[in-house]
């Protein structure tokens, strides 16, 4: 197989073919890692400005310290590095529903991997991230009552782009209000999008918790020779003063 071109893992999952491949950008050093499920391409760790602005702007808005965070989606781990690199932090779990994601951090195959496993603030879980947002016992069963400082999500590409019909029920207002329930008074819910900023989701965001926005996150995009633009939305629960 080419040096510039490498498939590093393919499976079949219960959502479709998933690949993990690493490919050398022409006339350089630099090794490009990109997902694939079925049809969607889902990730590249050539475009990470959103995930890491993510949870940057999540835990901005997310005052002490010892804070206890969940990530909703593992991929490539850069939303998940991005949370480690507060030292504010003192629990992490990442949720991701396909085992063989997580397992490629385990096999150190992606270069996030080892600053992740190597935490022992990190725990990463396989699981279905809506329903243990929906199950009595949340995201961890040994202490159903535990409550978060922040919850970030980056699982589909838009609140209307889902990839699994089951996923839509989250973007609702019973969604968001689960969302809202496992966050501790001052805490924040962050959720990436690949859509430009949904006036509707916003309100909807905005019946479920005391301030919501939506930031547009800009970044080049080289290989179409034109900047691109991601969403994140903020929402902040009940007991946070609007930042001015």
């Known amino acids: 197989?080419?040096?510039?071109?490498?498939?590093?893992?393919?499976?079949?999952?219960s959502m479709g073919e998933l690949v993990l491949r690493?490919?050398?950008?022409?006339?350089?050093?630099?090794?490009?890692?990109?997902?694939?499920?079925?049809?969607?391409?889902?990730?590249s760790s050539m475009f990470t400005v959103a995930e890491v602005e993510m949870a940057r702007l999540a835990l901005a808005e997310v005052s002490g310290t010892d804070l206890d965070v969940v990530v909703g989606g593992?991929?490539?781990?850069?939303?998940?590095?991005?949370v480690l690199a507060d030292p504010r932090v003192g629990r992490l779990v990442v949720v991701d529903a396909l085992a063989e994601?997580?397992?490629?951090?385990?096999?150190?195959?992606?270069?996030?991997a080892a600053s992740l496993i190597s935490d022992e603030?990190?725990?990463l879980v396989h699981?279905?991230?809506?329903?243990?947002l929906r199950s009595p016992s949340g995201f961890d069963a040994s202490a159903s009552d535990r409550l978060f400082?922040?919850?970030?999500?980056?699982?589909?590409?838009?609140?209307?782009h889902v990839l699994d019909p089951a996923h839509a029920e989250f973007y609702g207002?019973?969604?968001?209000?689960?969302?809202?329930?496992?966050?501790?008074?001052?805490?924040?819910?962050?959720?990436?999008?690949?859509?430009?900023?949904?006036?509707?989701?916003?309100?909807?965001?905005?019946?479920?918790?005391?301030?919501?926005?939506?930031?547009?996150?800009?970044?080049?995009n080289p290989l179409q020779d034109r900047e691109a633009a991601h969403t994140v939305y903020v929402a902040t629960a009940a007991g946070v003063a609007a930042r001015p």
């Open 149 to 160: 400082d922040a919850i970030v999500v980056d699982i589909d590409h838009s609140p209307r």
């Open 22 to 43: 690493r490919r050398r950008l022409p006339a350089s050093d630099v090794d490009i890692f990109e997902v694939k499920l079925g049809d969607d391409f889902l990730m």
């Open 127 to 132: 699981g279905d991230f809506f329903g243990m």
């Open 101 to 112: 994601v997580i397992e490629w951090h385990r096999r150190d195959l992606v270069p996030a």
């Open 121 to 123: 603030r990190c725990t």
């Open 74 to 82: 593992l991929g490539l781990g850069y939303t998940a590095q991005t």
């Open 1 to 13: 197989m080419s040096a510039r071109f490498e498939e590093l893992d393919w499976r079949t999952t």
């Open 173 to 220: 207002r019973d969604g968001m209000a689960g969302v809202a329930a496992r966050l501790r008074p001052d805490g924040v819910f962050a959720l990436w999008s690949n859509d430009p900023p949904d006036d509707e989701f916003t309100a909807l965001l905005a019946d479920a918790f005391a301030t919501a926005e939506a930031h547009v996150v800009r970044f080049p």
